[in-house]
């Protein structure tokens, strides 16, 4: 499995944006990849996701706001937000999937003020 560091997060206010990148140890090109989020006492939700194909699926709260992509030759995926929100605020993960298992990066912590 891969390890993964994620980066790009920070403080920002309503309506700016942010680019958030996870690089992967190793080749990611037969990984399904996906962008998490916790809040503070909440569970954690799945923001986006991209098959090994480059299909996506974004959450009904991110749609036509954020937009993940891949690119495979950096082992490199990104989740690009835009017009951000309060509620956006969480800590983001990223995540990668293969039927050998499934491996978390550590976070990147994404605070969105008024």
């Known amino acids: 499995q891969v390890q993964l560091v994620e980066s790009g997060g920070g403080l920002v206010q309503a309506g700016g944006s942010l680019r958030l990148s996870c690089v992967a140890s190793?080749?990611?090109?037969?990984?399904?990849m996906g962008w998490y989020r916790q809040a503070p006492g909440k569970q954690r939700e799945l923001v986006a996701a991209?098959?090994?194909?480059?299909?996506?699926t974004h959450a009904d709260s991110v749609k036509g706001r954020f937009t993940m992509s891949r690119d495979n030759a950096k082992n490199t995926v990104y989740l690009q937000m835009n017009a951000l929100k309060p509620e956006d605020t969480g800590v983001y993960y990223c995540?990668?999937?293969?039927?050998?298992?499934?491996?978390w990066g550590q976070g990147t912590q994404v605070t969105v003020s008024l």
């Open positions: 995540n990668a999937e293969l039927y050998t298992g499934t491996s």
């Open positions: 190793g080749s990611i090109v037969r990984y399904s």
């Open positions: 991209i098959n090994s194909g480059g299909s996506t």
